[in-house]
């Protein structure tokens, strides 16, 4: 069985700081794991994918995720912060081979100017 | 490309009323997916369908909700009769196979009064 735990329902920093969001997973097989972004009104968009290739990964606007077995880990960051990153972020898991992704109760990020 | 395709994109209902929400994958995408996301929560997988055929429904409360793909593109997912606690957004994602990157449509927000 998978889960994810995403530390902080609710995360604030100012324009151009760094973010950081935690997601910590458990798994009884290898996974692969995911981060999604959720604008208002809008459906989930894929930021970027762990499979089991190299676990620093990189994604489209800036963010990019370091998978760390030993820590069960897979947090999300990017260096600067811009308005436009305000948004709900979901982190989730599935076993390898597979897309049944289990998600977890999100983080919603809050810019501040 | 065109995106995943909901509608009606909000519906308001009263308790024990019946309501069927649409989904049209992308084009050529064989596997469809409804999800369940809650108020505070993430997204739950309630069925999947490969083609015209059910992979996944584990999760999907069968005494009220059905779901159909006849022809392996268009689905509708009904609840009969709604509750209280199916106040959510229903998302349809699609993809390309089991295995491949799922793509999500706006969702359907659903309030039960």
């Known amino acids: 069985a998978q889960s994810v735990t995403q530390l902080g329902s609710h995360v604030s920093v100012s324009e151009g700081a760094l973010v950081l969001l935690r997601c910590n997973y458990s798994?009884?097989?290898?996974?692969?794991l995911f981060w999604y972004v959720q604008y208002p009104n809008q459906g989930l968009q894929l930021l970027l994918k762990?499979?089991?290739?190299?676990?620093l990964v990189k994604g489209i606007n800036g963010f990019e995720a370091e998978f760390k077995k030993s820590e069960t880990s897979f947090h999300l960051t990017k260096p600067s912060a811009h308005m436009s990153d305000a948004a709900e972020y979901f982190c989730a898991v599935s076993p390898q081979g597979a897309q049944k992704l289990v998600f977890g109760q999100g983080t919603r990020l809050t810019i501040n100017p | 490309e065109a995106g995943v395709a909901q509608s009606p994109r909000y519906k308001i209902i009263e308790k024990r009323q019946s309501v069927a929400f649409w989904c049209n994958p992308i084009?050529?995408?064989?596997?469809l997916y409804w999800y369940q996301q809650i108020l505070g929560q993430g997204p739950k997988l309630l069925i999947q369908f490969q083609n015209n055929g059910v992979v996944d429904d584990s999760q999907l409360p069968k005494d009220r909700f059905s779901a159909e793909r006849l022809k392996g593109v268009d689905s509708t997912l009904k609840i009969q009769p709604a509750k209280l606690e199916d106040s959510a957004v229903y998302l349809c994602a699609s993809s390309r196979g089991t295995e491949e990157t799922q793509y999500f449509g706006p969702g359907t927000r659903l309030l039960v009064l």
């Open positions: 762990y499979t089991s290739a190299a676990t």
């Open positions: 084009s050529g995408h064989a596997t």
């Open positions: 798994s009884s097989v290898p996974p692969y």
